[in-house]
């Protein structure tokens, strides 16, 4: 039986949740906005309204799923859970038109994990994890924080098969990589199909299946809903192999507790 770790609820920060995408209070340029949550960006992103006329400060390229696409950069002041980053540079774009609410800001991976968080799926929350033990109710689970500040964990397959996660809450459904499907050894159950977009704003028309197997140090996620595409490029851009990108909907559904801790290196979990 696992222990449940304690919170301090007076901590939490809850997170507003619409279709599969979670968001937070934040800053930038010194106005409040919801910020979308994207742990699998490595960069920032906000809206033409909030690029304003400012000086543009060249361009960038971005990797989705489905391809790659350039995209205007700018300079803004961020602040999140206390913590602020000036002068960071920042994609434009319109990525979150079609919300009934304002959020002119998409936070990334680096900012997000600048400190050591918690991230519950059970309470719908974020936080910054206080003095209390780490050791009572969490476990920690193999994993790496990326040169891009992107996190990756290691779980396994039912036969003990080590399966390397992104975990991304950027993405609503989840992603298996269809290069190493056959190798894995998750077992996947057609479903659905649905038209998928990307982090550039691409779309494609996916089957989608039920993946399940997926264990986390004696944890085991319940089946989740994912799609498989060639990753092959995200590979190469990480410098590691990846199984599957764990993604909102997997989350949501497991109920687990994450805490990051980038400056050790760590990365624990708890029912």
Known sequence: MHRLPSIDTSRLTYLLLYELKLFAPARVNGQST?????TGANQI????????????????AIRGAFGQEEF??????????GH???????RIHEGQAELPFDSALTLDAPTLFAQ?????????????PGPERTENGWAEVPGQFTAQGLCLVQGT???GRPIWALFDTGAGLSVMNARHLDANGLALSPAYTIEIKDATGAKSIQ???????????GLSLPPFDGFATDLQGIEEALGHRIDVILGANAMLKSGLRWRFDPQAGQVRVAP
């Open 34 to 38: 919801f910020a979308y949550l994207d």
């Open 45 to 60: 992103t906000v809206s033409p309204q909030v690029a304003g006329d400012g000086p543009r400060t060249g361009s960038m």
């Open 72 to 81: 205007e950069r700018t300079a803004v002041d961020v602040e999140f859970l």
């Open 84 to 90: 602020a980053r000036r002068s960071v540079q920042a």
């Open 116 to 128: 050591p968080i918690v991230l519950d799926f059970r309470l719908i929350a974020i936080y910054r």
């Open 157 to 159: 397959s039912p036969e």
């Open 207 to 217: 089957e989608v299946a039920l993946c399940s197997g997926l264990r986390l140090h």
